[in-house]
């Protein structure tokens, strides 16, 4: 195929396909001929075995991920490639008329899930790893560079994705989220900017953990080293009381963490 619109004639014409959605960049791709043209082809039926292909149209690579109609009809909540890419998609062709409600379904019930509160195992899971990626690295800077580079550039994806989660916000992939950062967050979004233009381990620890404090904020900022922290039931309402209770029946005064107990 010699261009994206032979491709999209193509699969128009195609009796098995049920719809296209268009998502991501793809018209930064075409327009500026960078990133890559990003396309779900919703189907009847589609191979069980293969999700997704891969390939070049105008001189440009295409990510074509195959999805059936029932599939998108069963997509559950929840953080799935699948159901992110559609929510943020537009629709380019839906000859039955079926896809476009199917679509709307999903975003109502996207933002009636973003209104639920985080559970209390959540926020602790939240405020747990990010600063336990500050303990991971301390004390190794120096000699184990590579190790700690590589675990502040996966903290820094999580806490863009963390900023979103605990403000009750869709995360809409990275490029979005970025946008989004610059619009509502210009000292958040400038942060990040100083971030990437250091390659100082101490100074992006720094940085780091300033960011870590603004975006848990809603939620009471990272975890504190003076306090019991418990994981466990999604559905428990006082999750932190009942931690402590465990914790005081196994240790009781014999174990001083600074935190009363």
Same mark, same amino acid.
């Given at each position: ?16 396909? *049920? ?9 930064? #791709?075409c327009k500026h001929r960078t990133g890559d043209y990003e396309l779900f082809v919703v189907l009847g039926q589609r ?39 559609? !929510? ?9 008329? @079926? ?24 926020? #602790? ?16 800077l120096d000699t184990k560079s590579l190790f700690c580079r590589y675990l502040l550039g996966a903290n820094v994806h ?10 009750? !916000?869709?995360?809409?992939?990275? *490029? ?18 100083? !971030? ?7 100074? @992006?620890?720094?940085? @780091? @953990?300033? !960011? ?50």
């Amino acid at each position: 195929m010699r261009t994206i619109d032979e491709m999209i004639a193509v699969l128009k014409h195609h009796p098995g396909v *049920k719809g296209l959605v268009r998502y991501g960049s793809t018209h930064d #791709a075409c327009k500026h001929r960078t990133g890559d043209y990003e396309l779900f082809v919703v189907l009847g039926q589609r191979d069980p075995l293969v999700s997704s292909l891969h390939f070049f149209a105008g001189g440009l690579p295409v990510d074509l991920n195959l999805i059936t109609l029932k599939e998108v009809r069963h997509l559950g909540r929840g953080g799935s490639f699948e159901r992110s890419a559609l !929510l943020d998609g537009e629709v380019l062709y839906d000859p039955t008329g @079926q896809l476009e409600p199917e679509l709307d379904r999903l975003r109502r019930q996207e933002q009636r899930s973003l209104t639920v509160e985080l559970s209390d195992h959540e926020v #602790a899971r939240i405020r747990h790893g990010h600063r336990h990626v500050f303990d991971k690295v301390k004390g190794r800077l120096d000699t184990k560079s590579l190790f700690c580079r590589y675990l502040l550039g996966a903290n820094v994806h999580w806490l863009v994705e963390s900023y979103f989660r605990v403000r009750c !916000l869709a995360f809409s992939g990275e *490029k979005r989220a970025i946008e989004n950062l610059q619009t509502r967050e210009p000292e958040i979004y400038a942060a990040l900017a100083g !971030l990437y233009a250091t390659s100082d381990l101490k100074k @992006q620890v720094k940085i @780091q @953990q300033a !960011l870590t404090q603004r975006i848990l904020a809603p939620i009471g900022g990272p975890w504190r080293g003076d306090k019991v922290l418990a994981f466990g039931d999604e559905s428990a309402r006082d999750l932190q009381k009942e931690g402590r209770q465990v914790f005081r029946g196994l240790f009781g005064g014999a174990y001083n963490t600074g935190e009363r107990v």
